[in-house]
C-alpha cells in the first residue's frame, strides 16, 4: 500500500500562490490516480483536483478552474498542487489522496492553508 505526506501549506495573502507537493512510497505511484481534497472547518471534505495515472487527464472543481493547476512526476513519486490567485475561502487542510486499482483510497495526513491579509 502507499504511503502519501504532504507539504508545502502556509499562510498565504489573497492573491498569492503556494504549491503543495505529495509524496509517495511504498508502491507504485503510477498504478494511483491521484487527487487533492480539502476541508474547511464546519465543512465537509471536497475534491479540488484529479488527475490519471499518467498525468494526461485532469479535472477540477468549479470553485478552483483557472486559478489551480494539478501535475504529478511519476519519476519522483509526487503529485503537485499550484494554487494561484488564493482567496480567503480557500483556506482549508488539503489532503493528498491515491485511488488504487481495486477503489481503495489511500489518505495523506493534511497541509493546512490559510489565506488571510
Keep these: 500500500q502507499v504511503q502519501l505526506v504532504e507539504s508545502g501549506g502556509g499562510l498565504v495573502q ?3 500562490s503556494l504549491r503543495l507537493s505529495c509524496v509517495a512510497s511504498g508502491s507504485t505511484f503510477s498504478l494511483y490516480v491521484m487527487r487533492w481534497y480539502r476541508q474547511a472547518p464546519g465543512k465537509e471534505r471536497e475534491l479540488v483536483a484529479l ?7 485532469t479535472t477540477y472543481a468549479d470553485s478552483v478552474k483557472g486559478r489551480f493547476t494539478i501535475d504529478r512526476d511519476n519519476a519522483k513519486n509526487t503529485v503537485y ?10 483556506t482549508a487542510v488539503y489532503y493528498c489522496n491515491g ?9 495523506g495526513q493534511g497541509t493546512q492553508v490559510t489565506v488571510s491579509s
Design 14 to 16: 489573497p492573491g498569492g
Design 51 to 57: 488527475i490519471s495515472r499518467g498525468g494526461d487527464s
Design 81 to 90: 498542487l499550484q494554487m494561484n490567485s488564493l482567496k480567503p475561502e480557500d
Design 99 to 107: 485511488l488504487d486499482w481495486t477503489g481503495r483510497d489511500y489518505w
